[in-house]
């Protein structure tokens, strides 16, 4: 098998090594004598992959296990846009939120189900081409909800916002353990695993314990943070396939150098890609004008003809590329370049952004 450049934005490029060891794992996982698939979620054998997937995650975040837990569950990070209003707000209560694309759209119209949402800050009427990070809090909020990377626009936040005494949530789904960040300035992170982590079918909700405390009870009993956190996320059939690959695909950050090296490579990706755009100004359009608030995961383009759209995507195909379409709602392209992208496809991008221009 020959593999290709995928800038797909999710699921995405995952790991070679990791998915060698995943093949071998289901053939057999720890001679056992099964597969992966076949073992009980009741056994020692499975507890060793689920709470060492848990203490890995809380390591390279750098949090300390006394203080923060992590639940695996399903449904998406798009359930957790429901379950935490759900589970956190009473009808008066209000939730504020730093709108800053389709995403945080999504998870305000569900937290407006449960309670009322404070927009702390937008840059809708820019398209969301930016990221307005003064925050203008309306000092009556259970918790504060940002997206750290704007998987569909392209921006990610590259510093926190200060929120007092109000918990700061986020929804990382794009962006976590991409680069060093302070997580315990976090109450809660959760990110579908299916864009830096693993495979789709597991969502990681990384929290404070002591916010966890403070759930409400009267959610259906699936839906409550507080099952999954009193049963160690065996409350039923975890997912348990996706938990084992989250794990070998932290054990692969650990093994590459941890953030710090991940977050070096990423950065390198981004840069070669984005200085082969801003190199021909007359060729490319970038769709984040602030140079600050570009994402290092998903590189946003367009071309300044729009009719050489399919001509463009036809030869990245040929130099075998993929994934490069931009999402349906935004048109354009999009470079998505997560942590298992490798940095020879940046280049080979690069290169390519580079003869298509002076083409
Ligand atoms: C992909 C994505 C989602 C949706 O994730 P699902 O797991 O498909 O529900 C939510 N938020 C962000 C930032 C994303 O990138």
Do not use: C
């Not at 510093?159 to 976090?186: E, K």
């Amino acid at each position: 098998m020959k593999r290709i450049y995928n800038f797909s934005a999710g699921p995405a490029t995952l790991p070679p090594s990791v998915l060698e060891e995943a093949g071998r794992g289901v053939q057999e996982i720890a001679s056992s004598g099964m597969s992966v698939l076949e073992i009980s979620h009741r056994s020692k054998l499975y507890e060793s992959i689920h709470f060492g997937a848990r203490d890995r995650l809380l390591k390279l975040m750098g949090l300390d296990s006394s203080q923060y837990t992590v639940l695996f569950v399903g449904g998406g990070a798009s359930l957790q846009f429901a379950m935490l209003p759900m589970n956190f707000l009473s009808s008066g209560d209000t939730a504020d939120f730093a709108h800053t694309g389709e995403w945080s759209a999504k998870a305000m119209a569900e937290a407006k189900r449960f309670g009322l949402v404070h927009v702390a800050s937008t840059t809708a009427e820019q398209k969301f081409s930016r990221i307005d990070k003064n925050l203008r809090l309306s000092g009556a909020a259970k918790y504060v909800h940002i997206t750290t990377n704007n998987t569909i626009e392209g921006t990610q936040w590259h510093s926190l916002p200060n929120t007092g005494d109000v918990p700061l949530l986020a929804d990382a789904s794009s962006d976590i353990l991409s680069h060093a960040v302070d997580w315990n300035r976090f109450s809660m992170v959760y990110a579908g695993a299916q864009k830096n982590l693993g495979p789709a079918g597991v969502t990681l909700v990384v929290a404070k314990k002591s916010f966890l405390s403070q759930a409400h009870e009267q959610a259906p009993t699936m839906l409550q943070y507080k099952t999954h956190y009193k049963a160690d996320s065996l409350y039923n059939t975890p997912p348990v396939f996706a938990i084992y690959m989250v794990g070998l695909v932290l054990k692969w950050i650990e093994d590459s150098g941890g953030i710090g090296a991940i977050e070096k490579s990423n950065r390198e990706k981004a840069k070669v890609i984005y200085s082969a755009l801003d190199q021909f100004p007359d060729g490319y359009e970038p769709a984040v004008t602030d140079f600050e608030d570009r994402s290092l995961m998903n590189i946003t383009f367009r071309l300044r003809d729009a009719q050489r759209e399919q001509k463009f995507l036809a030869g990245a195909e040929a130099r075998g590329m993929d994934g490069l379409k931009g999402h349906r709602n935004v048109g354009g392209f999009r470079a998505s370049i997560y942590n298992a992208f490798p940095v020879q496809g940046a280049y080979a991008l690069a290169e390519y952004l580079s003869e298509f221009a002076q083409e």
